[in-house]
């Protein structure tokens, strides 16, 4: 999906809890051109929030050498 800007959007619903509180809602995410993701969860009968967040940056792995 993607909205009127031609940017990747992805609409969804969630279920959850917090504590012994049941909590439901709904959400927006955007991926930028720069690969970032930002977006807000609204929480029904609540309040929302919103969240950023990048890709992170991982070192590969050194091989280990056998030694004899």
Excluded at 9 to 19: L, N, V
Excluded at 32 to 49: H, K
Aim: proline content about 3%.
């Amino acid at each position: 999906m993607s909205d009127p800007g031609g940017r990747v959007r992805a609409d969804f619903c969630w279920i959850g809890h917090d504590e012994d509180e049941d909590l439901s809602g709904r959400g927006e995410a955007l991926l930028g051109e720069d690969g970032t993701l930002a977006g807000v969860f609204w929480i029904f009968q609540g309040g929302d929030l919103a969240f950023a967040g990048e890709k992170m940056k991982v070192q590969p792995k050194k091989k280990k050498v056998k030694r004899r």
